[in-house]
């Protein structure tokens, strides 16, 4: 397995969370409840509709909730959500752009717009959005922005920026398991072995690993050529993930 194929995490924005209901199509009531109600209630079924993976659908609910709610910024950056998975960029970016428009300091957009501008390699971009989300006094998880920015960085590649963001990350919090873990991603692909041993085993001591994170660790300590370390890690891959795509590389390398 090649250094780059053991980069572990990828940006997750979980926009959606805690923004859907079990509301059903048929109980919308776009004709009596007042333009408010409707357009809440066709956002909550767009959110839902997306996150179960019916993208047209949720277009077509996030368009009518919009109609009726312009200025609503969450319906515009999660229509831009959408569009990112029926593949239209363009429609997606001007989404995004009306979310940004109506709510310059919302935090939430901004990291999302963020996410986004970092997966059209917009990297200049992204981080111009990142920095806006985490400098607002009222993001109490800046330590995700902050890490997400790391993430993109280095994807830029930018390795000495994506420390500096991933360490502030843990400024706010020291055992936050997702700049931990990218600490020792970065540390193992710039070839700082101890450094990358100290950020798993930090990430170990207050977190659950999976088994990619346990595969991390074989390849840190093949590195540094600690066979017993190594060993003890594949074991407790396949004692703890016996049918997991790194339980049968280790099967096979044996």
Not at 100 to 113: E, G, K
Not at 115 to 144: G, H, M, S, T, W
Not at 210 to 233: F, N, P, S
């Amino acid at each position: 397995m090649r250094k780059s194929e053991i980069v572990l995490a990828a940006i997750a924005a979980g926009l959606l969370a805690g923004c859907v209901t079990t509301t059903t199509v048929s109980s919308i009531p776009e004709s009596n409840a007042d333009d408010a109600d409707a357009a809440e209630l066709n956002y909550q079924l767009g959110a839902r509709y997306l996150r179960n993976g019916n993208y047209e659908l949720a277009r077509d609910r996030l368009l009518y909730s919009i109609e009726l709610e312009p200025r609503n910024a969450v319906a515009h950056y999660t229509l831009a959500l959408t569009y990112e998975q029926l593949d239209n960029t363009r429609l997606a970016t001007e989404s995004y752009e009306r979310a940004i428009r109506i709510a310059p300091r919302d935090y939430n957009v901004q990291n999302a717009y963020a996410v986004f501008l970092c997966k059209q390699r917009a990297y200049d971009e992204a981080r111009e959005q990142f920095d806006k989300a985490i400098k607002v006094p009222e993001n109490d998880n800046a330590e995700i922005t902050m890490t997400n920015a790391g993430v993109c960085m280095m994807q830029k590649p930018d390795a000495a920026l994506a420390e500096q963001y991933f360490r502030l990350a843990l400024g706010r919090k020291p055992t936050y398991g997702e700049a931990l873990l990218q600490l020792s991603v970065l540390k193992f692909s710039v070839e700082d072995y101890l450094g990358a041993r100290a950020f798993l085993q930090r990430y170990l001591s207050a977190n659950i690993p999976t088994a990619g994170v346990l595969y991390l660790g074989v390849r840190i300590e093949e590195e540094l050529g600690d066979d017993r370390a190594r060993t003890d890690y594949s074991n407790r891959i396949l004692r703890e993930f016996p049918n997991s795509p790194e339980a049968r590389t280790i099967l096979e390398s044996s």
